[in-house]
């Protein structure tokens, strides 16, 4: 008796723990203490607006949606920029060109389903490129997703691969410690992309929602009733506790830092070395180091750089430190090599030209990116999880009044001559037709253009138009340059558009040889076909004419006049109408040899 008095005891626990679970997953112990306003008209896309707002957001690109739509409007009315595209990866790109030149999070809105495929390469791109980019997507409703509704997949396992965070709201009370988590984590450790996924119930107002969740012809008797309650109880609970006071403000961000110990043995190291040389990655640039004070120390060390991705221009072209040219000559006969936010992947050969006999300093905020390939290829003598900007400004610190002999860099930057005047010898050949693009851009070099393009981009096709936004957007009073190939044009050259309505007047040069040629080049000679390469050369700037800027086409003919045409395009600019040039370009071997895989 005893026995059967303890299981029943048991069980009765069992089933009172069941009915607690069962109320705490419905959201009825939570509505005990929370209300449900059903009188207010407010909505789930003011609370995002609010803490997009607190974390100083001023743009959020998107491409429109029924789903997304109280986002956007909510934001706007806060003050925040609502910058509209032809195609999502170009409003995700554009986040992420804000979010690299800002210091801030860049922000992109996109509907459900399509809307959100569609952004999957550029949410790469970002991933790849460390940068910390907030993606708000749409989905059906809370109780209908995996029932067939419009645009309905499953939009979590595309973005969980791709993102280091990814939610779905489930009731409106998430939402504003949903986004200030997901915005804390995008910046934090190694940056990078994160994903709210928004269900529509979430975001519109209550009196709204109530009517989708209505029920017309309610089943009669028990069931009926039980359908009725659930849907009713569902519903307010999505609605519960939604209009309290929350904190909007930003949450901590860990960023890694080097130790001492490690910061010290850098400094003897560097102290010792007769020919060190820095390779400066884009992560070298991430906040909370301002650039100025990293370009200050790099400039007290004195020693040789190489600059890439985001770095390049840190030092600007002429200074006596900054080297553009032989990268594998001088790190082969390098004594010291640092590695700041540099990895060892593709662009290093994955790691081969690094010399067996040179000391090797690796800093980099990602564990896996910082021994990329150091179990095959290479080896750091010191390897460093932190933020390199930071440990550049603490090395120089450390290495005050100590420099690099100067026999060092100059000779590297007497190889920089040598190489940039063949380079310029092969520009003054003639091709057999139109003009030759080498000329071309130096000209343009001369003219202190900017060209912006991908740093560390998986595929930067598609990514110019966006990133050209984004730049003249967070820089207005700069000329914004983007060097296009005829080829990748056709991927955002509808967004001359865009330009055109946001008042974004950048100038874009499109090199046009009517081929795919950084994949021809080798595809012809070693299989033998140009099959799929073969462009035309396309009236692209009537195509700018058409979107509300204003094109120009340039031909060998032009040659003598091309300086007036940039300085009218240039006028264009400042005016106001984004401009595009349109110059055909010939065939030379400058880039022989080089593969494209």
Known sequence: ??????????????????????????????????????KSPRHGGESVAEVLRAHGVKYVFTLVGGHISPILVACEKVGIRIVDTRHEATAVFAADAVARLSGTVGVAAVTAGPGLTNTVTAVKNAQMAESPLLLIGGAAGTLLQGRGALQDIDQMSLFKPLCKFCASIRTVREIVPTVRKALAIAQSG??????????????????????????????????????????????????????????????????????????????????????PVILLGSQATLP????????????????????????????????????????????????????????????LSYGRVLSRRSKIIAVNRDKTQLLKNSDMFWKPTIAVQGDAGSFLVRL????????????????????????????????????????????????????????????????????????ALGAKLCRPESEVWIVYGDGSLGYSVAEFDTFTRHKT?????????????????????????????????????????????????????????????????????????????NVLIGKTNFREGSVSV
Request: with cysteine; charged share 25%.
């Open 288 to 347: 909370p180091t301002p650039a100025d004070d990293i370009r200050k120390a790099l400039e007290d060390l004195g020693i040789p750089c190489f600059l890439g991705g985001m770095s390049r221009g840190m030092l600007g072209k002429d200074s006596p430190i900054h080297i553009r040219q032989n990268r594998r000559d001088a790190l082969k006969e390098a004594d010291l090599v640092l590695l700041a936010g540099t990895v060892c992947d593709f662009r």
């Open 396 to 467: 120089s610190k450390g290495l005050k009044g100590h420099r690099c002999p100067e026999e060092w860099p100059q000779s590297l930057k007497a190889g920089d001559v040598t190489k940039e005047n063949a380079n310029r010898a092969k520009a003054d050949e003639k091709t057999e037709h139109h003009l030759n693009p080498l000329k071309c851009c130096l000209y343009n070099e001369t003219k202190r253009t900017f060209a912006l393009a991908g740093s560390r981009s998986l595929w930067d096709f598609g990514s110019r138009g966006g990133f």
């Open 190 to 275: 190694t940056p990078g992309p994160v994903f709210i996924e928004f269900p529509i119930d979430t975001l519109y107002p209550y009196h709204l929602v109530s009517k989708e969740f209505a029920v017309k012809n309610p089943p009669k008797g028990l069931i009926g009733k039980i359908v009725s309650w659930y849907l009713n109880n569902h519903l307010m609970n999505l609605f519960a506790g939604a209009w309290e006071t929350r904190d909007v403000s930003p949450l901590p961000v860990d960023i890694p830092q080097a130790t001492d110990n490690q910061v010290q043995k850098c400094i003897e190291l560097v102290s010792r070395a007769k020919k």
């Open 1 to 38: 008796m005893e026995s059967l008095g303890a299981v029943s005891g048991c069980s009765a626990g069992f089933a009172l723990c069941g009915l607690v679970f069962a109320a705490y997953k419905l959201g009825l112990l939570y509505q005990l203490f929370h209300k449900t306003e059903t």
């Open 505 to 581: 007047p950048v100038i874009a040069v499109v090199g046009n040889d009517a081929c795919w040629s950084q994949i021809s080049r080798e595809q012809v000679p070693i299989l033998g076909s140009n099959v799929a390469c073969g462009l035309a050369f396309t009236d692209y700037h009537i195509v700018a004419d058409g979107y509300g800027g204003k094109g120009y086409l340039i031909r060998r003919e032009d040659e003598d006049r091309l300086s007036d045409i940039i300085t009218q395009a240039q006028k264009e600019a400042r005016d106001g109408k984004a401009t595009l040039l």
